[in-house]
């Protein structure tokens, strides 16, 4: 078990950092997106805002960077409140919007399986999810999974569903003919891009979840169409170098403190506060992998990739590590039952865009915690 002072010291280099990294996010609901994504997902109303939904609409198609930050708003929203039902039930809704009206380059970061798999983990035993959020995050994986199945770059949900299938997860029934279509057809140039907007139900569960209004016409901004062609390399400035080397060094201290407490703390004897402390920093660096990751297919400076790199394979090697203790910690039945979480990232040989990840998620992934799950078919 760590000191106290030792574990101050670990949790006082993890704050230091916290503003820090303009590169790596920072707070993401300090972007527009992420903003209105806040507001729209608010405990305080007293039902989903079908206003706010579509301006969080709006803002991803707008802007380049809207559906990353979009993606990372909605998942900051379900990890740090996975038991506060109404937020999930609203951060859902939002997100099950932004599928229906917004573009590939949303549907990317959606369907990606790292995505998909923090869906899965919401509705585990962990969490004692109510049906409704069960049948909702199923009725949604389900639907994207038939919707995109002809994607290849979308294929994350579809291995995901698959997986939940073998494992013997009961899925809502939910005739997936007659409900409302998730991909939006193509818009002609200049046109405002139409809208499927899903309501709540009115009544009823399981396929009532994906019910929807007749669509209307957005009133402002039209979606600029999804890039076709890899975006170009970006030569940094000056200042932007100075800026991203040093949140590298905040990566590489943050890599340094998960690697000194997987190095002194003791699998199943630790202090509840150090794993916690553990748990906390592990999904930080992850954050920060993914940065890194889409810094390496957008930056057109050798030796800063060949940096960006290395830093990536010592996360790699340490997420190894903590996969190690996770399972020693759960094979020794710590209290905390956190499931290890999935194989470290592998990077490809080339990176082809900005949106490559570099993750090789394992087979084994959350969905293993679901086996037992029984979700009672809903009518269609």
């Known amino acids: 078990m760590a000191s106290r002072n030792q574990l101050t010291s670990w949790r006082r280099a993890m704050?230091?950092?916290?503003?820090?990294?303009?590169?790596?996010?920072?707070?993401?609901?300090?972007?527009?997106?992420?903003?209105?994504?806040?507001?729209a997902t608010a405990e305080t109303l007293p039902s989903e805002d079908w206003g706010l939904n579509l301006e969080v609409c709006d803002l991803v198609n707008e802007s380049e960077d809207g559906p990353r930050d979009a993606i990372k708003a909605i998942r900051k929203r379900l990890t740090t409140q996975p038991k506060n039902y109404t937020v999930v039930m609203y951060t859902l809704t939002v997100l099950e919007a932004c599928v229906k009206n917004c573009g590939k380059r949303f549907h990317v970061h959606a369907c990606s399986k790292d995505f998909v798999q923090e869906l899965v983990k919401l509705i585990g035993p962990k969490n004692e999810p109510p049906s409704s959020v069960q049948e909702k995050v199923l009725s949604l994986i389900q639907a994207w999974a038939d919707a995109f199945r002809h994607q290849p770059e979308l294929s994350g949900v579809s291995q995901v569903y698959a997986e939940l299938k073998h494992k013997g997860v009961e899925f809502p029934a939910t005739n997936l003919d007659t409900m409302a279509p998730i991909i939006t057809p193509q818009r002609t140039s200049g046109a405002p891009e139409p809208r499927t907007i899903t309501r709540p139900p009115t009544?009823?569960?399981?396929?009532?979840?994906?019910a929807t209004s007749p669509r209307r016409q957005a009133p402002h901004h039209p979606a600029p169409p999804a890039p076709t062609s890899p975006a170009a390399p970006t030569t940094l400035t000056a200042e932007q170098r100075a800026k991203l080397h040093s949140e590298l060094d905040v990566v590489e201290s943050n890599a340094k403190v998960l690697a000194e407490m997987l190095t002194e703390l003791s699998p199943g004897k630790?202090?509840?506060?150090?794993?916690?402390?553990?748990?906390?920093?592990?999904?930080?660096?992850?954050?920060?992998?993914?940065?890194?990751?889409?810094?390496?297919?957008?930056?057109?400076?050798?030796?800063?990739t060949a940096d960006l790199l290395r830093i990536n394979d010592n996360l790699n090697n340490l997420f190894i590590r903590y996969d190690r203790y996770m399972s020693k910690v759960k094979s020794a039945g710590s209290p905390s039952k956190t499931p290890p979480q999935t194989q470290p990232a592998v990077p490809p040989p080339q990176q082809q865009t900005p949106e490559v990840s570099l993750i090789d998620l394992a087979d084994e992934a959350p969905s293993a915690q679901l086996a037992s799950l029984s979700i009672t078919p809903g009518q269609s």
């Open 270 to 304: 630790e202090h509840q506060e150090d794993l916690q402390l553990l748990q906390e920093l592990h999904a930080t660096c992850r954050a920060m992998q993914q940065r890194v990751v889409e810094l390496v297919g957008r930056v057109s400076d050798d030796l800063l």
């Open 15 to 39: 704050t230091q950092q916290g503003s820090k990294m303009s590169f790596f996010g920072g707070n993401v609901f300090a972007t527009p997106v992420g903003q209105k994504i806040e507001q």
């Open 203 to 210: 009544s009823g569960t399981g396929g009532g979840m994906m």
